[in-house]
């Protein structure tokens, strides 16, 4: 049986963030964002108490795309995510196992939000780290690293949440988990970086020697193939196997659209450089169209959903329009991330290929990246977006001896070559050597006393003034 805890505390804080350069996605370019740190303290039944921690950016303008809303107006939309799931969870006064906890209070966490002008996605957004870190807590007091410990099940995962699974299709797929020893990291090129020179796609200073590389798309074909054809060139000049994605981040108005890029990308010999390569297509177009837009022939491309994934109905959903993959992102919730690589897991049985792949909201250097990396290990995600290490200088503004801590823990992820500590990046991959530690992927937690608290949400009245 699971161990069973209860709530004794939940804390907020914050610390700025200020990026080394622009990056622009979809409709929004970041320069600087909050980075959101959680710290619970639980009581786990027979075993006394235990402090977890976890760790996100609160980034503008992804979870919630609404034109009328200011980035900051969306930002705030996270913290009150991040309120009513406090006090949702803190309202679970008895001993429960950690996914009971998830579950009892998802329903209602999305229709609070949804009283208070928050869209599912970013609803999710406040269970999501308070999971991360409840299981942190968890992990250390029974003296277990993240992949032992969910191999087992510690958190009492079950099928209540997904109608298409049953409890032992996911013990099945928990039980026959075993971490990767290293993960490729995949380049991101934004829509204000440099393609071609010193900082572009065949940097090897800026690429880190990545073989997978995520391109942004603007939504317009012609741009878009345009610098698509720029990108392949410089990628042919690596010399090197690379394999590509792209990414809309919902700027395709609609499939006449994007069937206009797909049209390109077969026909342009100039394209080839990238058709050859292409993985996968992310999240085309906005997500109330996409749940209205059977693919059609665009199945066959091999696309997936990412701000669409808003429920733990979403990849079946998603499925049946044809979609072949969904996105794994600890900020939209581990459980889900979890339930949904046991249904491409079940699916693919059928002979027809389903997956799961692993993106990147900028998880920053210590808790943030060291805990979405080992959820990928942990589900077989041979490569995963990886962003902060390039749109950050290195721990940002962490206290130097926050950040060494974090190196001296884990050597393996963390190097000092001259310019600070810094992701440490060995031919391209991360490894996960050190992510083994008992609790959620580390050893260490931030310096408490450095962090601000969060800031207050505004009210409705307030966001849409």
């Not at 380049?187 to 590389?213: C, P, Q, S, W």
Request: charged residues 25%; glycine residues 8%.
């Amino acid at each position: 049986m699971p161990p069973r805890l209860k709530l004794r505390d939940i804390a907020f804080f914050e610390r700025p963030v200020q990026f080394a350069r622009p990056f622009r996605f979809g409709a929004v370019t970041v320069n600087a964002t909050p980075q959101l740190f959680v710290r619970v303290e639980i009581e786990v039944e027979g075993r006394g108490t235990a402090v977890g921690a976890s760790a996100e950016l609160l980034v503008p303008k992804w979870f919630d795309k609404r034109p009328d809303l200011s980035p900051e107006q969306t930002v705030g939309g996270l913290r009150r995510s991040l309120q009513v799931a406090r006090g949702l969870y803190l309202a679970r006064t008895g001993f429960q196992t950690a996914f009971d906890l998830h579950a009892s209070c998802i329903d209602a966490q999305v229709a609070t939000c949804a009283t208070k002008n928050v869209p599912a996605l970013a609803a999710a957004y406040g269970p999501a780290e308070i999971d991360k870190a409840i299981l942190d807590a968890l992990l250390r007091a029974v003296e277990a690293s993240v992949f032992d410990g969910m191999a087992g099940n510690v958190a009492g995962i079950d099928a209540r949440l997904s109608s298409d699974l049953t409890d032992a299709d996911i013990d099945r797929f928990l039980s026959g988990r075993k971490a990767l020893p290293r993960v490729a990291i995949r380049h991101t090129v934004g829509l204000d970086d440099a393609i071609e020179g010193e900082g572009g796609v065949a940097d090897a200073r800026e690429n880190a020697g990545a073989r997978y590389f995520k391109l942004k798309l603007s939504g317009d074909p012609a741009v878009d193939a345009a610098r698509l054809a720029r990108i392949g060139t410089e990628l042919d000049a690596l010399g090197r196997d690379t394999r590509v994605t792209l990414d809309a981040n919902e700027q395709y108005a609609d499939l006449a659209a994007l069937q206009a890029l797909m049209d390109r990308l077969d026909r342009d010999s100039a394209l080839r450089p990238i058709s050859s390569r292409l993985l996968y297509v992310e999240q085309p177009m906005p997500r109330d169209i996409t749940r209205q837009s059977p693919l059609g022939a665009l199945a066959a491309r091999g696309f997936i959903i990412d701000e669409a994934d808003d429920s733990y109905d979403a990849f079946p959903s998603a499925r049946a329009l044809g979609y072949h993959g969904i996105s794994s992102k600890s900020c939209k919730g581990l459980y889900k991330s979890i339930i949904n690589a046991t249904r491409a897991g079940k699916w693919s049985e059928d002979g027809e290929t389903f997956f799961v792949t692993g993106e990147d909201l900028t998880c920053q250097a210590g808790l943030a990246v060291q805990q979405d990396l080992a959820l990928g290990a942990f589900l077989g995600i041979t490569h995963a977006e990886r962003n902060g290490h390039h749109y950050v200088d290195g721990f940002g503004d962490t206290p130097a001896t926050e950040a060494a801590a974090f190196a001296a823990a884990h050597p393996d992820l963390y190097a000092d070559a001259g310019q600070g500590i810094r992701l440490s990046i060995h031919d391209g991959d991360l490894l996960t050597g050190s992510l083994h530690a008992a609790g959620f992927a580390t050893s260490v937690h931030p310096d408490w006393s450095s962090l601000c608290p969060l800031e207050q949400p505004k009210s409705l009245q307030e966001q849409l003034a």
